[in-house]
Every structure is written in structure tokens, then in C-alpha cells.
């Protein structure tokens, strides 16, 4: 009868989870991401003053599927500081992820995504997380950690395929979330998304179109955005899958600021 458990001493009912009427300490049981036998009270409190910061990410859908782009660059203020720190992140087959701003957070949650879908994998059972379920996690979560007044600086982008459509939602710092064909944080909410619009509402654009569009915002951003950078990822995500391209430097062209008289 060893497969009942001990049956003197059962396990509690109420474990993994919040005490009754309390906040939800995320990320709860992840204790996995700590070395063995060390607790949180073993390392340094984090600040919550982003310290290495990022800019835009955009998102664009198209009729089957969604693109998404940010840049490289990792700011210290106004210190172009580290410039090779990657913003997407292929969740899995079906989920493609962005974000924006501060990079320690990101990478953070990062990390107990990538857990997630290790769990996933050795459960086996063939199940996949979905672009709208790691959207509204993603919403509990920032939206948990902004109540408890430590929030994670960061603006996130999701775009996937589900049932056959193409998904795209945002989630920022405070939990608020949404859905939309175009999706543009930072200053390309200013910049790049009257751009997006004007080209979505003449029709739907085929996946090349898209790419193409989004590589125009990119620039204009370059050219707009103190904190930009001109090496950026493009990704995409399918029914096929989700592609990942390598940085590719954009070709500017600083001759339009003829008109500009340095003083």
C-alpha cells in the first residue's frame, strides 16, 4: 500500500500556495532557481529603480501570424551601456515574447518561463502553453508584484498563433493588458504606431509586407529615439512556428538632417 502515501501523516490540504487572505509570494514554489540550500534572505534586496533600461518593442499581425521587433541596446541612462542584450524570446512553437524596459526584470521572469516550459516538457503529455494563457499570467503576475509596491519594471509583448488565429496583447508594469493588430511600447507608442495603423487599416498584409513595414518603424525610431539603437532582432511566429532572426544593423542614412545647423 506504499503508492497511498503514509497514511498516518498525510500531506497538508492547503500547500503551494497563498496562506488564506494573504498576497500570493511569487513565484511561490520556484525554488529550483536558488543554488541548494540557500534561502532569499541570503542575497542582496533588489532596487526598484530600473538601473539597465531598454526601449520599444513592436508588434504587428498579419493574416497568419504576427512580427515582433526591439533593438539591442542596454542604456545606463543616457550611457549606450551594453549593446548586445536580446529582447525575444521563443517560448515555445506556438508563443513569441518581447519586452521592454528594465533588463534585470526581464530577465528575472525570463527565467521562471523557461522553468515553466521545462515543467511542461517533462510532464509529457503533449500540452503546449498558449499565447493568451502566458498573456494573462503574465497580467496576474505584474499586476500581483505592482500591489505588493515591487513591481517589475518591464512592458511585455505577446504574439502567437492560437486555435489557428494569430494573438498579439500586451501586458506593462502595472498588470494592464490588452489585445490589439498593432502593438508598440516606449516611445514607439508615439512614434511608430501611427505608422502600424495607417498601413493595417488600407487591408490585410501578408507576412512580408509586415516584415517590411516593421523594419521602416524601426527606422524611424533609430532616427527618433535617444535610447534606440541601430542593431536590432526581428521575430516571427506562425502556424509553422516561431523564427528568431540574428541582429542585423540598420543601413541609416543621417544625410536627411541636412537641414540641421550644429552650433
Known amino acids: ?21 494573504a498576497f500570493y509570494s511569487f513565484p511561490g514554489n520556484a525554488t529550483s532557481l536558488r543554488p541548494t540550500g540557500h534561502t532569499v534572505q541570503d542575497f542582496r534586496a533588489h532596487s526598484a529603480t530600473p538601473i539597465t533600461t531598454t526601449t520599444t518593442v513592436i ?8 512580427v515582433l521587433a526591439a533593438d539591442t541596446l542596454g542604456s545606463y541612462g543616457s550611457l549606450a551601456r551594453f549593446r548586445d542584450c536580446n529582447r525575444l524570446q521563443k517560448v515555445n512553437d506556438l508563443t513569441l515574447l518581447g519586452a521592454g524596459g528594465d533588463y ?27 499565447p493568451k494563457s502566458l498573456h494573462c499570467w503574465l497580467t496576474r503576475v505584474l499586476y500581483n508584484k505592482r500591489s505588493k509596491m515591487d513591481p ?17 496583447g500586451s501586458v506593462d508594469k ?16 508615439y512614434m511608430a504606431t501611427p505608422l502600424l ?6 487591408g490585410p498584409l501578408d507576412e512580408e509586407s509586415a516584415k517590411a513595414l516593421v523594419r521602416k518603424c524601426m527606422e524611424v525610431l533609430f532616427y527618433r529615439d535617444a535610447r534606440s539603437f541601430p542593431r536590432y532582432q ?29 552650433k
Request: proline content about 5%; charged content about 20%.
Open 104 to 130: 534585470a526584470d526581464y530577465q528575472y521572469l525570463r527565467d521562471i518561463i523557461e522553468q515553466k516550459i521545462i515543467d511542461e516538457q517533462c510532464i509529457g503529455d503533449g500540452l503546449q502553453l498558449k
Open 152 to 168: 517589475l519594471w518591464n512592458n511585455y509583448v505577446v504574439a502567437g498563433v492560437q486555435d489557428g488565429e494569430p494573438f498579439l
Open 59 to 66: 508588434g504587428l499581425r498579419f493574416d497568419k501570424g504576427c
Open 1 to 21: 500500500m506504499s503508492f497511498m502515501g503514509d497514511l498516518m501523516n498525510p500531506a497538508p490540504l492547503w500547500h503551494n500556495g497563498p496562506s488564506p487572505g
Open 197 to 202: 495603423r495607417d498601413a493595417t487599416e488600407k
Open 174 to 189: 502595472l498588470g494592464t493588458a490588452y489585445e490589439d493588430a498593432t502593438i508598440a511600447t516606449g516611445l514607439g507608442a
Open 234 to 262: 526581428l521575430g516571427v511566429v506562425t502556424s509553422a512556428g516561431v523564427t528568431v532572426e540574428e541582429p542585423v544593423e540598420l543601413k541609416h542614412d543621417w544625410s536627411l538632417a541636412h537641414m540641421i545647423h550644429m
